[in-house]
């Protein structure tokens, strides 16, 4: 299994002069690569490196390999939207491989730049440290806008050993409630919420002021990167509260020896009709970005993963199996009109994941090991 670390540099400021200039020579090429490569309609890598290898090599001043990589990264921008002509900004990532890059222990980095190699310090938590030996592949090299570097490190970090489970470990996700398990586990949404009402309050409050300043005839750069700095942090957010709910399942799940069971909430939003005061809570609503840290961090654990369909299990009882629209008089009650039994609505919907879980084969991860253990 691929993982990607991220690693933080400290360079000199030497170090840093030559880093920075090496990062935006190798991204005007790439911009300037992909302007000719969309005029030709060209996609095959091989015959771009044939047609611009020399002028990147003697324009631009890259070395060989910095060549090849950048020609490798335009074709692949490139493939994905083959509508409109890539742009690269000044600072993005900038890719390194094993040619031009080298580790030095775990503390320091060789990086080949503009003006010859350059051995940078590198800062890892105990977390990278111990998946570092398995570092292989590329890398990105990463100038944030605080001016501090990052390698972004692919590892290939083997899957735990699946163990077959009996029993599982039921989660409904939702909005009030991000994730509730089976056995009355809550992790509110209520922090998430005041978060995004903040940041939207700040959103609109800038995107007048933005407009006032267009009306007046000014150019509001500063409101724009104020308002792309409020979205950066209201998902940077998201993404830490996702991280600490899956740790937790994940951790629980191993320590008991159950599975996980989730439901398949692919096209939710499609297939889901909601009032203007919800789109606002549903547009931010990360459930697939939970749902991919759960299953990566099972596959780690050796945690199997069992996706079921959703249909009706907020509208179930966990007990009877009665099924009708009226069982769940509001968001957070659930009332079997057949046979009385009453609970919180989203533990209700959890023990019927369960519930699926057990009595049907699990679709667990692509890894064979997992989907041999779970047969």
């Known amino acids: 299994m691929k993982l990607t670390l991220q690693t933080q540099l400290l360079p000199d400021e030497c170090q840093g ?16 690569l992909a302007s000719e490569i969309f005029k030709r309609r060209l996609v095959n890598k091989i015959a771009i490196q044939k047609l611009y290898y020399q002028d990147l090599r003697l324009t631009f001043g890259l070395s060989a390999q910095m060549a090849c990589l950048c020609i490798a990264r335009v074709a692949e921008a490139y493939k994905r939207d083959k509508s409109k002509c890539p742009k690269f900004k000044p600072h993005a990532g900038m890719t390194y491989d094993q040619r031009t890059m080298s580790f030095k222990g ?27 030996t398995n570092a292989k592949g590329q890398a990105d090299l990463v100038l944030r806008k605080d001016g501090k570097w990052f390698l972004l490190v692919t590892v290939d970090v083997p899957d735990g050993t699946p163990t077959p489970t009996t029993d599982f470990i039921g989660v409904d996700l939702g909005v009030v409630n991000i ?34 300043s267009t009306a007046k005839g000014k150019r509001p750069k500063n409101i724009r990167r104020k308002l792309k700095s409020v979205g950066s942090k209201e998902q940077r957010f998201r993404r830490d509260i996702n991280h600490q709910i899956s740790k937790k399942l994940v951790a629980k799940a191993k320590d008991t020896g159950h599975g996980i069971a989730l439901e398949d909430l692919k096209g939710i939003r499609d297939r889901s009709r909601f009032s203007r005061p919800q789109r606002a809570k549903m547009s931010g609503w990360a459930f697939f970005q939970l749902r991919s840290f759960i299953e990566y961090k099972a596959r780690l654990a ?48 959890a023990q019927n994941i369960r519930a699926r879980a057990l009595v049907s084969a699990p679709i667990v991860s692509s890894c064979p090991a997992f989907a041999a253990a779970a047969g």
């Not at 002069?17 to 300037?32: S, Y």
């Not at 994730?179 to 409050?205: L, Y």
């Not at 009706?312 to 966990?318: E, V």
Request: hydrophobic content about 35%; some cysteine; glycine content about 6%.
């Open 17 to 32: 002069e030559k880093l920075k200039a090496t990062v935006e020579r190798f991204n005007e090429a790439a911009t300037w």
């Open 106 to 132: 775990v503390d320091k980095v060789s990086l080949l730049t503009l003006e010859g190699r350059v051995i940078v310090p590198v800062l890892m938590g105990n977390y990278q440290r111990e998946r570092f």
């Open 179 to 212: 994730a509730t398990t089976d056995n009355g586990q809550v992790f509110s949404g209520q922090p998430v919420e005041d978060v995004r009402q903040k940041f939207h309050d700040q959103r609109q409050s800038l995107q007048k002021a933005a407009a006032a």
């Open 302 to 349: 050796g945690v199997l993963i069992a996706i079921i369909d959703p249909k009706n299990t907020s509208r179930t009882c966990a007990h009877c199996g009665h099924c009708e629209k009226a069982n769940r008089p509001s968001q957070e009650r659930f009332l079997c009109k057949a046979c009385g039994h009453a609970a919180n609505a989203d533990i209700n919907a």
